[in-house]
Structures are given as C-alpha cells and as structure tokens.
C-alpha cells in the first residue's frame, strides 16, 4: 500500500531541523486535497478508521497524511522543547499525529492558510496547506506568526503510479471533501465516524454490505 515498508517503531533520537524537509514538490489535480476514509475490514491495521487528507496526488505519485492517529504521550510543546524551538506562547497540549508509516521521523505541518513560508509552503485544498520545514515550528510558537490552525504529523502514507486509484477501485477507500473540524478538530476518536456521516453512511451499514458482497 505505501512506497516502501514502514520503518522499526520511532526510537528516542531526538528529531533534527533536517527532518523537517518537503518530500514532495507541489500538487497537480486528482485527488488533492480530499480525504480518503479507510473502509471496514481493510487489510492493513495501519490503516484501520484511518482518515487521511491527500496532500499530492500525480500519475507517478500520491501521498497523504493521517488527520486522526494519535502518538500516545507525545504532544506538540514536548516535541517542540525536544527541538529546541523557544515558544512566546503556551501551547495546547495537542498530541502529535502518526501521519502514516513512511518514514516516521520525518515531520510535516498541515495548517490554515493563513500561513505560508515562501518556497516551502504546498497548497493542499481550499484554506489547507503543508509546511514541512523548521520556520513552520518556529510560527507554532509565535504569538505573531502562529497559524490559526495547525497539526503536527511524523511519517506520511505513500502509493506508486497508479496504486491509489486501483485501491479506490477495489473499495479499499472512499473519498469525501474535508472540514475543518474533519482536519484540524481534536476529536480523533470519532473523526472517521463524522467522515462516514458526510457521505451518508455509517460503519455498520458498509460492514453489512462487506459482509454480503
């Protein structure tokens, strides 16, 4: 399902700013900036009530991170600390985000629009973007610069050319527009419910189906 196996589980090396890199240039069309909402019984538990928001999706390439899988015991100030960002403000005890299994210490920042570091900042949708760079933490903690909504993901879910719409095809996901609250909410236990919901549908009706087809 991804490009390559996800790596051993996240040690305690203390993250780098080159960790905080763009891995992929910006968006074309196709899916970008919808949200792929796993389907019950997918055949992977890393991916289970996962939803995930496409950040860039090409012929050769598609890429997404999870918007509601959090790090137990790991939030955005103890990571920001661990980094040696100095923030002016008190930070929400927000969890950071496993994005997906690629390259897990690897760190992006979905954000409200209302940000953007020149040359680094990827438009993802409509008031959606992506900084994976360091000057994008520095702006968490700015009481000035600070987006109005941001979440901090490690590790981001990949396919190769064509994987994605194949898996689309066999119903290994579904698709819907995002929300705010769908993207940047704190919910995350039921964000892949509220997902379904958009659509009309629910987790048991889909499982019924599933188990008749």
Same mark, same amino acid.
């Given at each position: 399902?991804? &490009?390559k =196996?996800?790596?051993? =589980?996240?040690?305690?090396? *203390? ?32 991916? +289970?009530?996962?939803? /995930? &928001? *496409? ?5 050769? #390439?598609?890429?997404a991170?999870?918007?509601n899988r959090?790090?137990d !015991? ?5 990571? %920001?600390?661990? %980094?040696g ?10 969890? *950071? ?11 992006? *920042?979905?954000?409200?629009?209302d940000?953007?570091?020149p ?11 992506l @900084? =994976?760079?360091?000057?994008v ?16 993901? /490690? ?11 194949? +898996? ?6 579904? @698709?819907?527009d ?7 909410? #704190? ?8 997902? %379904?919901?958009? %659509? !009309?549908?629910?987790?048991?009706? /889909?499982?019924? #189906?599933?188990?008749t087809?």
């Amino acid at each position: 399902m991804v &490009l390559k =196996a996800p790596p051993p =589980a996240p040690t305690n090396r *203390v993250m780098s700013p080159e960790d905080f890199a763009p891995a992929f240039d910006a968006p074309t069309e196709f899916l970008n900036g919808r949200l792929l909402i796993a389907m019950p019984g997918i055949d992977d538990p890393r991916f +289970e009530r996962t939803v /995930l &928001l *496409v950040c860039r999706h090409s012929s050769e #390439q598609a890429m997404a991170i999870a918007v509601n899988r959090p790090i137990d !015991g790991v939030t955005v100030p103890t990571l %920001l600390e661990r %980094l040696g960002i100095n923030s002016e403000i008190r930070l929400p005890d927000d969890p *950071v985000l496993l994005g997906g299994p690629v390259e897990r210490e690897r760190g992006h *920042v979905l954000h409200s629009d209302d940000y953007a570091s020149p040359g680094s900042t990827m438009v993802v949708g409509d008031g959606v973007a992506l @900084t =994976a760079t360091r000057e994008v933490l520095d702006a968490m903690g700015s009481q000035t610069r600070r987006p109005r909504h941001a979440l901090l993901a /490690l590790g981001y879910a990949g396919w190769g050319p064509g994987q994605l719409e194949r +898996e689309i095809q066999e119903n290994v996901w579904l @698709t819907c527009d995002p929300d705010e609250e769908l993207v940047f909410g #704190q919910d995350h236990e039921w964000k892949w419910s509220r997902a %379904l919901a958009k %659509l !009309g549908v629910s987790a048991a009706q /889909l499982s019924t #189906q599933a188990g008749t087809a």
